[in-house]
């Protein structure tokens, strides 16, 4: 009878160490923060690429850097350049807010500033932009959101 009882603790035990085993694995996907220290948000009067965000890999980037140089009052190098388009007036802006970092996944957060309806702004196309310094910018995939 007492063989029985050990044996039969025995596989309860097992279960119960298997459960605590698999319940503190970490399944989850790993989410962290990375620095992005180096960036500036401007306007410009002339388009600098025709896409939202553009790398230091892609075809067109620099001469698209070359514009931003010329715009933005730091002399930084930047590897990436976020622009919402085409905006109907000057009372537009746009400000860096965050990343996040989940795997390989990299998502910037902008904000974009709107002209309140009673502001009096020029009627002029503007390309609201922001350029930033991402270390290691070639191992990530690059996601944008605008809020």
Do not use: W
Not at 9 to 38: A, H, M, R
Not at 57 to 76: G, H, L, R
Not at 118 to 133: E, N, R
């Amino acid at each position: 009878m007492f063989p029985y009882f050990l044996k039969n603790c025995f596989n309860n035990y097992k279960f119960f160490y298997l459960f605590i085993l698999i319940s503190c694995s970490d399944f989850k996907e790993e989410y962290s923060q990375i620095n992005i220290d180096t960036y500036e948000c401007s306007i410009s009067h002339q388009e600098i690429f025709g896409r939202d965000f553009i790398t230091i890999n892609d075809e067109y980037f620099d001469k698209s850097i070359n514009v931003v140089n010329k715009i933005v009052s730091k002399s930084s190098k930047y590897n990436f350049i976020f622009s919402t388009g085409p905006r109907s007036s000057s009372g537009y802006n746009l400000n860096f807010l965050n990343s996040s970092l989940k795997n390989k996944n990299l998502s910037l957060v902008f904000k974009e500033k709107k002209p309140k309806k009673s502001t009096i702004v020029a009627t002029v196309i503007t390309y609201p932009f922001c350029a930033l310094l991402i270390e290691n910018i070639e191992s990530y995939n690059i996601s944008v959101e605008i809020i």
